[in-house]
């Protein structure tokens, strides 16, 4: 089971805890957490990524294990420790404006 963290408009949209818990068939990639996340809550839909190109959305960003992993390849594996669920995965909306 992954531990994924998402932030607070997000978790009102799921209607569902700060952490939720995704299971995955293949491997544990950023792809497969948000493809398992807009299965289970299909109202996170466009939310974390753009519908046709599946490109994560500006204001989003991923991390693992204090690790930016937003500007990475969605399909890269991610850590062990976030496949075995000792660390989540977290979900950010980054601040935008001065």
């Known amino acids: ?3 994924v963290v ?3 408009h997000l978790r009102t949209l ?4 700060k952490e939720v818990q995704v299971e995955l ?3 544990a990639t ?10 289970r809550y299909p109202m996170l839909r466009g939310t974390i990524r753009d519908h046709s ?3 994560r959305r500006p ?12 500007h990475e390849s969605p399909d890269t594996p991610l850590p062990e420790t976030i496949v075995s669920g000792r660390e989540p995965f977290l979900i950010i909306g980054s601040m935008a404006g001065g």
């Open 30 to 39: 950023t792809s497969a957490i948000v493809d398992a996340l807009e299965a």
């Open 25 to 27: 068939d293949g491997p």
């Open 6 to 8: 998402l932030p607070a």
């Open 1 to 3: 089971m992954i531990r």
């Open 59 to 70: 204001l989003v960003r991923f991390f693992a294990c204090q690790k930016d992993l937003s």
């Open 14 to 17: 799921a209607r569902d805890d």
């Open 53 to 55: 190109s599946k490109q």
